[in-house]
């Protein structure tokens, strides 16, 4: 028997989330089965651990988006026991069950070897937010971003995406400008390497004026909405803009001028299917290009018990940095 986050629906359409005790035969089919150790809480969780808001397919559901651990059997030759595995996307945690358990089990193909120069607990201090905001650091750089550009705007800057987005430019050397609604959040920002702190206010609605001064040379964009719209007329010529989240909102009330008459490129990101190779290369430069030391001051512990209120507080925009679920705790 083992522990799980388990969340049930009643006959009303009401769900809950509590810690049950399952067995290894309630878990799904599936090729890989993991010992899991850490998984963390994203966006997504607080959905999944609460209303479901429509990723949920089947109750009961175990929540937890990603997730990193020990394999403890294996039908699959890429994965043997004792090999250490992580887990980002592929609907696991909605569709699938999730890592919110001591054990999951899942197909092969959605798992990745445990990067070297990385534990499992600080893979999920990175979770599926950091690795998010390193599939656009890399979006950008492929686009031309260079340190010399000019400052790059990161919107949500506390949240998990932003606050890893700040730590990995400010560590290779870029200028960072962190948009915050926190006032408070500015030492914490400043801590990751934010040299420019931008009140959430002051770019937060949409202007008539399509195009503004050019103030930015690249952006990582965890909020969409109107914030996106305005920030689009704000780049430089030929700049980027990695759109990842929609905290703000998932409308865009924007023109198409930015893109007309300043070649603005606005470059998706999806970290759910993103193909193996391009996993495999984030997880590769988080090792290299994050600064654990940053990444420690932005993670506070959790254990499965904690989750419910977490799952709430994160959806209220109320969870500062990353958190660390220790599913044995
Ligand atoms: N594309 C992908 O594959 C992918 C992967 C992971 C996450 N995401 C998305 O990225 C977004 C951020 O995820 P996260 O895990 O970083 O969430 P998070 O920790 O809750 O961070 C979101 C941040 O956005 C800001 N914010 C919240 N509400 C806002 C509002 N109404 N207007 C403006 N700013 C607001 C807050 O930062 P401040 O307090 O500093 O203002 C908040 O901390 C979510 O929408 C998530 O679904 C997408």
């Known amino acids: 028997m083992f522990n799980a986050l388990v969340v049930n629906k009643d006959d009303e359409g009401k769900t809950s989330a509590a810690v049950a005790q399952l067995s290894l ?20 969780d607080g959905l999944c651990i609460g209303p479901g808001g429509g990723l949920v397919r089947n109750y009961p559901h175990v929540p937890g988006i990603d997730f990193a651990g020990t394999v403890e059997a294996s039908d699959d030759a890429r994965y ?16 699938y069950w999730g890592g919110y358990s001591q054990k999951a089990r899942v197909k092969a193909d959605f798992l ?17 937010a950091g690795f998010t905001s390193m599939l656009a650091v890399m979006a950008l750089e492929d686009h031309g971003l260079k340190p010399a550009d000019g400052p790059v705007l990161v919107t949500g800057a ?23 609604g926190r006032p408070d959040s500015a030492d914490y920002l400043k801590s990751l390497g934010a040299t420019q702190i931008v009140a959430r206010e002051d770019i ?24 996106l719209a305005r920030l689009l007329g704000q780049m430089k010529y ?25 070649g603005v490129n606005l470059l ?62």
């Not at 030929?238 to 924007?254: E, I, M």
């Not at 499965?304 to 705790?329: C, E, F, M, T, Y």
Request: hydrophobic share 45%; with cysteine.
């Open 80 to 95: 043997k026991k004792g090999d250490k595995v992580v887990l980002t996307g592929w609907r696991v945690g909605e569709a």
């Open 158 to 180: 506390s949240g998990g995406v932003g606050s890893v987005a700040t730590a990995i430019l400010a560590n290779l050397g870029y200028e960072v400008a962190a948009v915050t």
């Open 268 to 329: 998706g990101i999806d970290s759910v299917m993103q193909p193996y190779d391009n996993r495999l290369r984030a997880w590769e430069r988080i090792a290299s290009d994050l600064p654990m030391d940053k990444l420690e001051a932005m993670v506070q512990p959790a254990t499965l018990s904690d989750l419910p209120k977490l799952g709430a507080d994160i959806l209220k925009g109320q969870v500062k940095g990353r958190v660390l679920v220790d599913v044995n705790a």
């Open 112 to 128: 990745v070897p445990l990067p070297k120069g990385l534990t499992t607990q600080q893979a999920m201090a990175v979770g599926t």
């Open 204 to 227: 937060n609605e949409t202007v008539k004026r399509p195009l503004e001064a050019e103030a930015w040379a690249g952006c990582i964009d965890a909020v969409g909405g109107p914030m």
């Open 25 to 44: 035969d309630d878990l799904p089919a599936g090729e890989v089965t993991v010992a899991v150790e850490y998984s963390t809480v994203n966006y997504k």
């Open 238 to 262: 030929g700049a980027s803009v990695s759109a990842v989240g929609l905290a703000g909102g998932a409308g865009l009330p924007a023109t198409v001028i930015p893109f007309l008459l300043r």
